[in-house]
């Protein structure tokens, strides 16, 4: 596996300051580390020096109108002498900023004599935002704000960057390789190791297999070899409480999603989701980007914990495209009548029930086809840690974590 990428500025011994890096927590590791563009400086002192060469030449026009010569000599110099020293000002805010992306948090470090530090949390920001003011856009520059749900500005602001996309494109995370930043190179450099050694990423390991197949069973196998477990049922249900996804669903569904007490009705829901897979697919809109959000700071803290892996419960992992976070999938295998027995037992259902829920979902052969592991759930625990066991072992041996599928 390719150590983390630190990006900073080019140069002989170019380095994070020492200031900057004592912000960061010991467990950061540092994805992106960039300062604006040196256009920040022109511009930045763009508005003040124009507004005070315009008074300043008014003020030198009419000295040259009342008293010509020495007044008007003395004036332009007065006007040079604060365009000289904004500029300096500006250079000053341009090598203390620093804008910096760690697997926590983005943040903004800016001050010349009273230094502000401001981060947001990463598993917290529900909104990137690109703005191209005229002047910065013919300069190929941006400016990237970082807001959080619930709030009417961005908390975070990353001004005057030069290839802007390319740095929200890493900022957002994305899959896609974006080009380096212009004015930055990338180095190998991990923060935050106490033995100055990287430290590896965990394998994410998603599990599929049909309803009631007892995929949590092989997740707590997984769990009992040291790894963590993201259970979407679990989290799921813990999304459906957020005031804000609460007040969509009724204006989508009416007053009926709810229950006496306020909250979420998953009965009523799941009978207005299953019954139409537009519906069905609307919901997924909504939730699944919170709970990917909800993964990617499980997986950061398994790594900042030293977790050897990260296991994936998810029901809809292929048609939420969830595996494409994960190192490998592994599909559980469980007969068809075990399964119908274990969800009339646990979940009142009948066999008509079993089949309405999954033809909501990929086919079972599909589900087999597309997993790189099987593990066959006959309902014998010390049998399931035994395959568990080996599976394990073969994705840490196959795969380098953080390579991806």
């Not at 190791?193 to 394998?203: F, K, L």
């Amino acid at each position: 596996m390719a150590p983390p990428r630190e990006i900073v500025p080019a140069g002989p011994g170019a380095q994070l300051p020492a200031g900057v890096r004592a912000m960061l927590d010991p467990t950061d590791t540092v994805r992106l580390a960039v300062k604006p563009s040196p256009w920040f400086i022109v511009l930045r002192s763009f508005d003040a020096v124009a507004f005070a060469l315009l008074a300043l030449g008014l003020v030198a026009g009419m000295t040259l109108v009342v008293s010509p010569g020495v007044w008007g000599t003395r004036a332009a110099a007065f006007a040079l002498l604060i365009v000289v020293l904004r500029l300096i000002w500006s250079a000053l805010e341009w090598a203390c900023r620093w804008y910096v992306l760690t697997d926590a948090r983005a943040i903004r470090v800016a001050g010349v004599v009273h230094r502000v530090t401001s981060d947001v949390p990463r598993d917290a920001i529900r909104a990137v935002a690109l703005d191209e003011p005229f002047f910065e856009r013919l300069l190929g520059l941006g400016t990237i704000g970082f807001a959080t749900a619930g709030t009417g500005a961005y908390e975070v602001v990353w001004s005057m960057l030069a290839r802007p996309q390319s740095v929200m494109s890493m900022a957002k995370g994305s899959s896609d390789p974006a080009p380096t930043p212009a004015g930055a190179v990338p180095v190998t450099v991990e923060v935050g190791s106490p033995n100055g050694t990287a430290r590896p990423r965990p394998v994410v390991i998603g599990i599929v297999g049909g309803v009631g197949s007892g995929k949590s069973t092989v997740a707590r196998a997984f769990e009992r070899l040291g790894c963590m477990v993201s259970d979407s049922d679990r989290e799921a249900a813990a999304v459906l409480t957020r005031e804000d996804v609460k007040h969509q669903l009724v204006e989508w569904w009416g007053p009926d999603v709810l229950t006496t007490d306020g909250g979420v009705d998953r009965s009523a829901v799941a009978m207005i989701v299953f019954a139409d897979d537009a519906e069905r697919r609307r919901l997924e809109g909504l939730v699944h980007p919170l709970l990917h959000e909800t993964r990617r700071a499980l997986i950061a803290r398994a790594g900042r914990l030293g977790a050897p892996g990260v296991v994936i419960d998810a029901p809809l992992l292929f048609e939420a495209g969830v595996d494409r976070e994960c190192d490998a999938v592994v599909f559980v295998e469980t007969p068809r009548q075990a399964r119908l027995e274990r969800v009339r037992a646990a979940r009142g259902w009948d066999e008509t029930e079993l089949d309405r829920r999954e033809k909501a979902q990929l086919p079972l052969e599909r589900k087999r086809e597309r997993s790189d592991y099987v593990v066959i759930n006959a309902g014998h625990a010390e049998e399931i840690d035994h395959q568990v066991g080996r599976v394990f072992q073969a994705i840490r041996n196959e795969r380098s974590p953080g390579d991806g599928r």
